[in-house]
């Protein structure tokens, strides 16, 4: 039976269609202004309202009545789903797939325990997976396996929507914007972490290549580089300096954007690698 998989727009999925899947936007709040991620909101559109607003959007959850008809519609067509959703730790849209999924044995829900990058590099798994053609309780059962595989590093550019977010405190950033501090922070048990920071966007950079290669690249699997409003100069950078790592292995890098659900916490100027390491 034919796999239909089924995401949520934290993914930051917006430039890769594929047929067999389904990517429903969580909404973005600023103000009273409500928008749908991905839908009425893109990324570029985003980074300049977060820029000029004063406190940080909330975003909302992907509502189980929109996964009920997301479900409807791929069994009224014959195929099975496999859900893969945003870090259940960061977000109630895992329990919403939960919820709709009640009595439905034809559909698997994944929580990826990631996001942005790290949960789109899941779902590219679960798409390769269900073009060989794998039942979807088979799909599901392997990205479970493999989920903890998945490294998201991201560099950002400024503390200052840490700060508003309440993840330091007021000293630190201004401390931390005074001295030149870029943070590396990853997504641990579902939720961001701070992994290391350096001093100086070159060594920063540096960091970042060093700890990719601590954990090597799994080349057989997906992998994607991506960067917020603003960062487009630093990913060149980035790219070049850790040419090492990817040249004569592939062709060419993914490369995609960063949007609202992970945008909110790291700013402009970030950038991110998220890939399947060869180790666990």
């Not at 600023?30 to 009425?40: E, I, K, S």
Request: aromatic share 6%; charged share 20%.
């Amino acid at each position: 039976m034919p796999v239909r998989i089924i995401t949520d727009s934290a993914s930051d999925i917006v430039d890769f269609p594929n047929p067999s899947l389904t990517v429903l936007p969580l909404t973005v709040a600023f103000g009273n202004t409500v928008y749908h991620d991905g839908v009425d909101l893109t990324h570029e559109r985003f980074f300049e309202l977060l820029v000029e607003s004063d406190t940080l959007p909330s975003t909302g959850a992907v509502s189980p009545g929109a996964f009920a008809e997301a479900y409807d519609a791929a069994t009224a067509v014959g195929e099975d789903v496999v859900v893969v959703t945003l870090s259940s730790k960061v977000s109630a849209t895992w329990q919403s797939a939960c919820i709709a999924a009640e009595g439905r044995p034809n559909v698997h829900v994944v929580d990826s325990l990631n996001s942005c990058i790290g949960q789109r590099v899941l779902v590219e798994y679960a798409l390769m997976l269900a073009e060989r053609g794998l039942p979807a309780a088979e799909v599901a059962s392997r990205l479970e396996a493999a989920r903890s595989r998945v490294r998201m590093l991201g560099l950002l550019d400024t503390l200052e929507y840490l700060r508003r977010g309440g993840r330091i405190g007021s000293a630190a950033a201004a401390a931390g914007m005074l001295l030149s501090i870029k943070p590396v922070v990853t997504m641990t048990d579902g939720s961001i972490q701070l992994l290391g920071k350096a001093r100086g966007s070159k060594n920063a950079r540096n960091l970042l290549v060093q700890l990719v290669d601590e954990h090597p690249i799994d080349f057989a699997m997906p992998f994607s580089l991506a960067c917020t409003a603003g960062g487009e100069a630093m990913l060149r950078k980035y790219v070049r300096d850790s040419r090492d790592l990817w040249e004569g292995i592939v062709d060419a890098l993914p490369i995609t954007t960063v949007g609202a659900t992970i945008g909110t916490h790291v700013g402009p100027g970030a950038i991110a690698v998220a890939y399947f390491s060869k180790d666990a």
